[in-house]
């Protein structure tokens, strides 16, 4: 089994960063793609950015410019920098695990708890 555990949450206003972490536990990311997540009040989580083994990365166009995802397969750990902040953003985001990366929400094996970004404006 892999446990994830997310943080770095806060509250910023908007324009402003943060790092959000995923660090690994039990078993070795490097065999696996790391996907984030975010899940606003009422809403569907949506997948928001994504590493593949290899290192190849992808984003949902809403972040686009303003979200790096980045993976340290030595720390076993996952990091997303959140720049230029918006109020739209505001969500709890989750990080993920699955063999093969995917874009889309469905399919991700293991998940963490999640921490909160309020972004006000």
């Known amino acids: 089994q892999v446990q994830l555990v997310e943080s770095g949450g806060g509250s910023v206003q908007a324009g402003g960063s943060l790092r959000l972490s995923c660090a690994a536990s039990?078993?070795?990311?490097?065999?696996?793609?790391v996907g984030w997540f975010r899940q606003a009040p009422g809403k569907a989580r949506s997948w928001v950015s994504a590493?593949?083994?290899?290192?190849?990365?992808y984003y949902a166009d809403s972040v686009k410019g303003r979200f790096t995802i980045s993976r340290d397969n030595a720390k076993n750990t996952v990091l997303l920098q959140l720049n230029s902040l918006k109020p739209e953003d505001t969500a709890v985001y989750y990080c993920a695990l699955r063999k093969i990366v995917s874009t889309t929400t469905p399919g991700w094996e293991y998940w963490g708890q999640g921490t909160q970004v309020t972004v006000s404006s």
């Open positions: 590493v593949s083994t290899g290192g190849d990365t």
């Open positions: 039990g078993r070795s990311i490097s065999s696996y793609a």
